[in-house]
């Protein structure tokens, strides 16, 4: 069982002290220190808490070593990202991504985005309007392809859509060697995401012109790395009225 490490993991990620949380569970600081230290367990009703101050699943929080991720996982930061235009194309085929990468690659060469910008930043998402159908009987699923533009960029090459997208906070965490073990990784962080905005007062929020989240995937010495951002908003008081009422 992992419960003491767990409790102390999540309390140092989420930024409270054993006091703060003590005050948090009703309990004395030195019950939190024996929780942490495997001394005394829990009783079922605090785990339950435990687990809702943490945003984690109850058998997670006992059974897991959440610690263990961090050699794959960054932590998780807030990121303002400034207002881009992108050109984008999706693809609906069994194996998506590789499929709308090469596309959106050559597109790049034509239009001549690589030859003058090589760094230019393509990022990636899956595209959810798939039928049923086509997912179930077919094995299709969907993924979109983007580069974003730089400022002064300019190319009547057919074969994308352009795009706008505004400035926008999102909630970043880096995966290492993502592809390894790529229906878990992956999915993994994006969980990681949203248990961290919902223990930390954000909201996920659909806005126009504005991205639910996105993949950037890049090379950092020997290392693959995927950034994941999923768009953060905060939770206005008029929201948290709306929710609790």
């Not at 806005?207 to 090379?219: G, P, Q, R, T, W």
Request: proline share 4%.
């Amino acid at each position: 069982m992992n419960l003491g490490k767990n409790i102390q993991y999540l309390r140092k990620q989420k930024k409270i002290t054993q006091e703060q949380l003590a005050e948090m569970m009703s309990v004395s600081r030195q019950t939190i220190s024996k929780w942490e230290a495997d001394e005394i367990i829990p009783e079922l009703n605090k785990l339950v808490v435990l687990s809702d101050v943490f945003s984690c699943k109850l058998d997670a929080l006992i059974k897991e070593d959440m610690s263990a991720c961090d050699a794959i996982y960054s932590e998780i930061i807030i990121k303002k990202v400034k207002a881009f235009k992108m050109a984008r194309y999706v693809m609906i085929t069994p194996n998506p991504e590789d499929d709308v990468n090469a596309y959106m690659e050559n597109w790049a060469h034509q239009s001549g985005l690589l030859k003058f910008y090589p760094d230019a930043m393509k990022i990636g998402w899956d595209f959810p309007f798939v039928s049923s159908e086509l997912r179930n009987r077919f094995g299709f699923r969907g993924y979109v392809s983007a580069y974003i533009l730089p400022e002064g960029f300019e190319t009547d090459c057919q074969g994308v859509e352009f795009a706008n997208q505004k400035e926008a906070d999102y909630a970043v965490i880096t995966i290492y060697d993502p592809f390894v073990a790529a229906f878990e990784r992956i999915p993994n962080a994006y969980q990681k995401i949203i248990q961290y905005l919902g223990a930390n007062g954000f909201v996920e929020k659909p806005k126009d012109n504005i991205l639910s989240c996105f993949e950037h995937v890049y090379e950092k010495g020997n290392v693959t790395c995927m950034d994941v951002y999923v768009h953060a908003d905060s939770v206005s008081k008029s929201d948290m009225f709306t929710n609790f009422s």
